[in-house]
T-cell receptor, first 109, second 111 residues
Framework: GQSLEQPSEVTAVEGAIVQINCTYQ??????LSWYQQHDGGAPTFLSY????GLEETGRFSSFLSRSDSYGYLLLQELQMKDSASYFC??????????FGSGTRLQVQP | EAGVVQSPRYKIIEKKQPVAFWCNPI?????LYWYRQNLGQGPELLIR????????DSQLPKDRFSAERLKGVDSTLKIQPAELGDSAVYLC?????????FGSGTRLTVV
């Protein structure tokens, strides 16, 4: 089977940097994705890592260590609009993504 | 271009009644997914289609759930009869192995 672990909640202040960790256990691992979901909204794609290292897209970066079965999403210069739930998801071969339970990020002024 | 379109946006039904959800994926996307999301949880796969073929329906409760994707374009997910535990958001997505685009979902409440 597959399992993913991520913190249930994270709180940070506007302008700060926050890191959301994700550890996974799965065979046949292909890659790790991150999605953002605002309350009442649809999950939206943020990033995908297939290889070890850091991928940067604007204020958001995502990191993967395949040997440690670990990844994280880094959000810089936090803004109030970043308050949302963030999901990591593993890709196993051609199978559909398996999502974690999500991390609720609350950005405070 | 239009994103993934789902309807209805909200649905309230009594238990034991049937319900259907409709999804139109992004044009040209051969792969379509139906996920269910319970409050405070991540999406859980119900079924995956490659064109009109259901290639992964292992998590679809087949005693009451059914799905179809005629002509490999839009798709319908049906529940009959609905149970209280089916209350959730039903999400449709299309895309590649690397990134999905989700629709706005159908929020189902069974009373």
């Amino acid at each position: 089977g597959q399992s993913l672990e991520q913190p249930s909640e994270v709180t940070a202040v506007e302008g700060a940097i926050v890191q959301i960790n994700c550890t996974y256990q799965t065979s046949g691992f292909y890659g790790l994705s991150w999605y953002q979901q605002h309350d009442g909204g649809a999950p939206t794609f943020l990033s995908y890592n297939a290889l070890d290292g850091l991928e940067e897209t604007g204020r958001f970066s995502s990191f993967l260590s395949r040997s440690d079965s670990y990844g994280y999403l880094l959000l810089q210069e936090l803004q109030m609009k970043d308050s949302a739930s963030y999901f990591c998801a593993v890709r196993k071969g051609r199978r559909a993504l398996t999502f974690g339970s999500g991390t609720r990020l609350q950005v405070q002024p | 271009e239009a994103g993934v379109v789902q309807s209805p946006r909200y649905k309230i039904i009594e238990k034991k009644q049937p319900v259907a959800f409709w999804c139109n994926p992004i044009s040209g996307h051969n792969t379509l997914y139906w996920y269910r999301q319970n409050l405070g949880q991540g999406p859980e796969l119900l079924i995956r289609y490659e064109n009109e073929e259901a290639v992964d329906d292992s998590q679809l409760p087949k005693d009451r759930f059914s799905a179809e994707r005629l002509k490999g374009v839009d798709s319908t997910l049906k529940i009959q009869p609905a149970e209280l535990g089916d209350s959730a958001v039903y999400l449709c997505a299309s895309g590649t192995d690397y990134g999905y685009t989700f629709g706005s979902g159908t929020r189902l409440t069974v009373v």
